[in-house]
């Protein structure tokens, strides 16, 4: 209760490196979490459902498909600062 945001400022920049795609997907899935907890009358952690959501992001990196559309946007990126040059 008093030290959830020390466990996610620890998974969030120590274990998995966010940025805004994952940051969103992050918080979407455990807004989706505590949605479907409260209907279904579960008692949820936001805290948990967080980590949990850190660590989903964090395997699906590991993904071919997820690092073949992180490394095309990489490489754009690249072009468009090579072009501003």
Do not use: W
């Amino acid at each position: 209760m008093l030290l959830g945001y020390k466990v996610m400022e620890t998974v969030g920049k120590k274990v998995v490196a966010v940025d805004y795609p994952k940051g969103f997907a992050v918080q979407f899935v455990t807004a989706a979490c505590i949605n479907l907890g409260t209907i279904f009358k579960l008692p949820l952690s936001a805290t948990h459902c967080v980590v949990g959501a850190l660590l989903g992001v964090g395997l699906a990196n590991k993904l071919s498909v997820v690092k073949r559309v992180y490394n095309l946007d990489d490489e754009k990126k690249k072009e468009m600062t090579e072009e501003d040059r």
